[in-house]
Every structure is written in C-alpha cells, then in structure tokens.
C-alpha cells in the first residue's frame, strides 16, 4: 500500500483528513485537480488553477500581488487557508500570507491538487480556517529522461521550463528549473490618465526532489528548493515615507525537506517529517523628505494627520534625501509525526503530533528578531458500523505563543453511502485562527541610512516610527491584544458517479452554512493601522461540481452561490472628536467582503482532436468585484508528435477578457483583450 495510491472506481483523496478514504467516505467536500487538466487548459500561473474550484475567489491586488480564497474574508493578506506542498507548510512563516508569485512549483511537475473545503483545523490546525490546499508533486519515478519547455506571450510573459531526472532501484531524482517572467498590467490610472505600472515580476526557481527506497518498509523523500529574483512594486502603490523610487523587492527563499516513511505493514505505517523554510526579502528604495517634515518629526508631529500636513508639506528648504527599506527574513523550522493504522475494512485511525518554531528578523516590522511557537496534536477515526454508514471523528489540540493559549478544533461527520457510487454527508465542525506575529506583536519603523545632505547627519540611523506618520491616530489599535477568531461550519453534501455505456459523469453538491466570529479587520498599513476583532459573518450558500468523461473528451463544470450577512461588533470606532465614526465601521466590514462573491464559475471542455491534436476551452466568471465582473474564455490548441525516442509539443493558447472594466481595482488595465501565447515543449 502506498501513501499515495488511488484508485481508478470512486476517487479518493488524501487531505481532508489525512487518511486516504474514497470520496464517499471523506466527512466533507473535496475538489481534486488533476495536473494533466492544468496543463491541457494552457493555464499559464499557479494560482490561476484555483478558478478551477468551486467557491474559490482569484484576483490582482497592489502591485500586481495574486490572491485568492475560498469564500472571501481577504484582501491583501490570505491567512486563513492552509496551503501545503507535498504536505510542507507553504505560507509565509511570520506574517502568514501567500506569495503565489514566488511559489517553487512548476506546473510541469504538479501531479493533483486537492482543495479541502471547509474548515479544516481539525486535521491541520489554525490556518485552516477555511479550508486546505495540498499541492501534491509527481513522482520522480514518473518523471524520468529530460524535458524542455518554452512559452512567451503578451505583456511580456516568458517561462522557461527544464528538468532531468533519473530511476534506479534504490534511488530516483529529479531536478527542475523554471523562469517566471512577467510584465504585470499595461497601465494605472489617476487624474492626469494613463500611467505606467511598475508590476512585473523574474522569478528563478530551483527544484531537487528525491526518494531514496531502503527496502520495502522503509523509504525517505529529500526535497530542496531555492528561489531567487525580483518581484516589482510601484512607487504609487507601495512606496513609503515620500519614496523616490520604485520599492522593488529582492526574493532569496530556499527550503529543506525529508521525509521518512516505514511500513510496518499492510495495514500499519507512520511517517517522521522535518522541514525548514527561509524567507529573505530584500526590499529598499530612496526617500526625500521635505525640511518642514524634518521640522515635524523633530517636534513629534505626526507627519500625515490632516491637520499637520500644510505644516509639514511646505515648498521650500532643503529635502533630507536617504536609503531605507523593508528587509525581512523569517524562517519556519517544523517536525511532524504521523501514525495510520487500518485496523479493518470498517476502522480505521490516522494520529499524529507537530512542532513548529516561526523566527523572524526584520528591523522595519518587527526592530529586531523573535519567535513563536506552535505545538499540535491531531486525529482521525473512520468507523463503519454497517455498510451504509460511516462514521469520521476527529480534532486537533493547538497551543500558540501569539496569544499563550490553547485550543481544540473538532469534526464530526456522517456519511450514508447509498450505494457504491453514492453518498449523502452530514459535515459539522469548528475552528479557530489566532492573529499571526506581525498582526500580533509589530514595532513597525523605517530607518534612514546614507542621509544627505551633512546639514541632516543627526538623522543617519534615525527611526520613523508608526507613531511619527499616522493618518488618523484615534482610529489606531497598535499593540492591541487581538484574539482568535472563529468559525462554526455546518455542510449537507453529496457526491455520486453515473456509470455509463462509454463514459461516466460524477457530481458533487455542497450546501453550506457558516458562523464566522470576532474576526480581524482593519488596515495594515505603516500610516493607518486600525485591525480588531470586529467583524461577525454569517454566510450560507451551495455550490455544484460535475465532469462528465469519455474516451477523449472532458467536460467540467462548477458554480458556486455565497449569500453573506457581515456586520460590525467592536466597541467603536471613535473620531479625533469623540464622536462614533460610522463610515470607518462600514469600511472594517466592506474589507472582509471584497472577496465575497455571490456568483462564480467555470466552464471547461478538453478534446482530442484528428491528426495529433488535442483542444480545450475555457470559461471563467466571477461576479462581482466591487461592482466590477470578472469574465474570461479561454482557447487552446496543442499538436503533439510522439517519436520512440522523443515526444514533443507545440500549443497556442488565446485569452479572451469579455469585459473592458477591470476587475477589483481600476488599475488593472490590459490594452488589449486578446492574449496570445505560444509553447513549445521537448521531452526524451
């Protein structure tokens, strides 16, 4: 038994439990992705795979930043999704945010995806909020000889794609290597029109991954990565403190992973993992402060509250010109036990514990260096009783030293299996999310270095401090003792295939509806930072996922509904007057819902087609952002030619943008509404 094997009658998954169970048995709704799929939809970025997913959100925030999540809450920073790599912790340690961008994962060598969703703290603890990502690589085994990829497009796209890997009996390997190259969005937007957008990115990825085969009850897997490149911020959007100069930042990121995996046999094993993580970001750019901000910051004036700024934004004098920055480098070293024991057919027990330290060092976000911590232990126990029911019971126990307290997140679930291909499940669950250590504990400053002129060489390795800059000082919560926020999950679904004579077609519904408390909400800002537990969602929905397959062709589609009431619950939000400020209440909830979308979709269809080629299209609908829609087809053909000694490919993939308006933010402007790519692919 492997720990990966599925098998080819009712799909099974892996991530919703640590268990691998078939879908009729899963206490709860998982979407899988097969790798063959991306990559036969020309879909051409990771985090563009997750518009695949029902109820899943994609969009373009900032400087070009990708997010994305499964029923909203979220608009810069996506911290309440697990996401895992071959079962590696994947977001970033200390602030707990994703950087798709600079993700080491090359399409190429994904193998599936499975998207938990749902809360599922039960099984992986506080990240999980709202439901888990498990990217799942292929097997080096599988990935044997060498193999060349190249694709360039519109808008400066590029990526490059290169690995050789070899099989023996004791040892397989692989290494990887892939550019990313991107031109962002053609323009922005202000009063004067159309502006550059200083948004791309060049990202080199470097990917070793290994499993040694001791004997048939033992084997490890050894995995290395290292990134490296530039990820572009605009001044207009990102700079700081009066900046000059684009903030570009400088990605330096590598990790380290084994794991070890004995079979004690056919019905017992357990796994031993370690992992470490680096993050080291190098992020400077220059600054000019006018002699009348020198002024205010000499007199403690904050330097952008609005009564001050005619004070501290005058003409004249002359400017103290530096170098600042927002370096960090935060770390994540983590162990993990996990133990699967298959007592029978109908029990079946998975159980584990986990141990992480979070290390970050960043003389802007936090003036120094710290950790915290997080210990775990979690279980799973699948009974069938009789052959129509089955029974999954589990929890995660979690301690954190951002808030120095405990916590238990449970799950219960009833499966009635109707018949082999059918299954009607009753899905209750908690969890919680505790703030991270950014949200928790900043001491957030920018030093200046290389002042000029000399009149100002007191002010070299001086510190702007929050307090020296803050929009609106009555609204600031910094060094607020924030608390854990919540969520009750309730979910009626039903997963069933339908056999037929050449094909079958496979359906999954969810119904849902979720009680989401105390949850964080703010700005995080180095002039305005305003978060609090002060927002209550209730939401509730359904959504659909179906594909019907035969030989050649595949079609899959998927839609999901979210109605969402979201209110405000703190104190207060009190103006410089004393007065209740109800516009800066309605704007902490408007944050949690940018995200929230009522309706979205896709549309998929893959076919072979004569003469060696194969074509897809696809169809993408969000509604809405902002009262703004998301639309897209689109189109992809592929010529594939199969020699004994080589195969290779060439493709053309077209996106189509239906609508003219951009989605999210106005600035997201694309010229041209048609882009083209072209691919050209090796492999012997």
């Known amino acids: 038994m492997g720990f990966y094997g599925f098998n080819d009658e009712i799909p099974e998954v892996l991530t919703t439990t640590r268990l691998r169970q078939p879908k009729t048995r899963v206490p709860g709704t998982t979407t899988v992705i097969e790798g063959e799929m991306i990559r036969d939809l020309g879909i051409m970025s990771l985090v563009e795979v997750f518009r695949l997913v029902p109820g899943m959100v994609v969009g373009e925030v900032g400087s070009s930043t990708p997010v994305t999540t499964y029923h909203g809450t979220v608009h810069y920073e996506q911290r309440r999704m697990q996401v895992l790599v071959d079962g590696r912790t994947a977001h970033r340690a200390t602030l707990s945010d994703m950087d798709w961008q600079t993700m080491p994962v090359p399409l190429e060598i994904i193998e599936r995806i499975e998207v938990s969703r749902g809360p599922n703290s039960a099984a992986y603890g506080i990240n999980a909020f709202l439901g888990t990502i498990n990217i799942i690589t292929r097997n080096p085994a599988d990935t044997s000889g060498a193999e060349v990829r190249v694709i360039r497009g ?5 990526r490059t794609f290169a690995s050789v890997g070899d099989v023996s009996d004791s040892y397989d390997w692989r290494l990887a290597y892939e550019k990313r190259k991107f031109g962002g969005f053609d323009y922005q937007l202000d009063n004067n029109g159309r502006l550059p957008f200083h948004d791309g990115h060049d990202i080199n990825t470097f990917n070793y991954d290994s499993r040694w085969k001791v004997n048939s009850g033992f084997n490890a897997d050894i995995r290395v990565g290292v990134v490296d490149g530039l990820n572009e911020q605009d001044i207009d959007k990102n700079g700081e403190l009066e900046a000059t100069g684009h903030p570009d930042i ?15 046999s056919q019905s017992h094993f357990f796994h031993f993992q370690a992992s470490f993580e680096n993050y080291d970001r190098r992020q400077r750019w220059p600054v000019s402060l006018p002699a009348s901000a020198v002024a205010c910051l000499e007199n403690g004036d904050p330097l952008y509250y609005r009564p001050n700024r005619p004070l501290c934004f005058q003409s004249g004098g002359i400017p103290l010109t530096a170098e600042t920055n927002a370096d960090s480098e935060d770390s994540r070293l983590e162990f993990e036990l996990q133990d699967t024991l298959l007592i029978s057919d109908d029990l079946k027990l998975v159980t584990g514990a986990g141990f992480r330290k979070d290390t970050y060092r960043s003389e802007t976000f936090f003036n120094g260096r710290g950790n915290n911590y997080q210990s775990r232990v979690f279980g799973n126990m699948e009974y069938t009783p009789i052959n129509w029911l089955t029974l999954n019971a589990g929890g995660n126990w979690e301690r954190t030293t951002t808030t120095d307290e405990s916590y238990f997140s449970p799950r219960v679930a009833a499966n009635f299996t109707l018949n082999n291909n059918h299954a009607l499940r009753f899905v209750y669950s908690k969890a919680v999310r505790t703030p991270d250590g950014f949200e928790q504990d900043p001491d957030y400053g920018y030093t200046l270095r290389d002042v000029s002129p000399d009149q ?11 307090t020296a800059v803050w929009e609106h000082p009555s609204y600031v919560t910094l060094g607020k003792e924030l608390e854990e926020e919540t969520i009750i999950s309730r979910e009626i679904s039903y997963f069933g295939q339908f056999p037929m004579k050449q094909g079958q077609l496979s359906l999954e519904v969810r119904v849902f509806k979720d009680k989401l408390r105390d949850m964080i909400s703010g700005v995080i800002q180095f002039d305005d930072w305003t978060i609090d537990n002060n927002v209550g969602i209730d939401q509730k929905g359904f959504e659909v996922e179906a594909s019907l397959e035969f030989p ?11 109605d969402q009431d979201d209110w405000y619950t703190g104190a207060g939000i009190v103006d410089e007057d004393g007065n209740i400020d109800i516009g800066e209440q309605e704007y902490a909830v408007d944050l949690l819902g940018r995200l929230s979308l009522r309706h979205s979709g896709s549309l998929a269809l893959i076919q072979n087609l004569p003469f060696g080629l194969k074509g897809s299209t696809a169809y993408y609908w969000a509604d809405r952002f902002r009262n703004t829609r998301f639309e897209r087809i689109d189109f992809r053909l592929v010529k594939r030619i199969f020699q004994p000694r080589y195969s290779a490919e060439l493709a053309l993939t077209m996106q189509h943008y239906i609508n003219k308006v951009p989605d999210i933010s106005r600035d997201n402007n694309i010229a041209d509404q048609n882009q083209f790519f072209i691919e050209a692919g090796l492999r012997f």
């Open 552 to 562: 050649g062709t595949t079609f899959r589609a998927n839609y999901g509904y979210l």
């Open 154 to 158: 519109s808008r400066d796209y590029i």
């Open 456 to 466: 100002y060489a007191g002010y070299e390795g001086y510190r702007v401090n929050s």
């Open 250 to 264: 400088d990605v330096r990121d590598y990790y380290v992973q084994t794991q070890l995996n004995f079979t004690i």
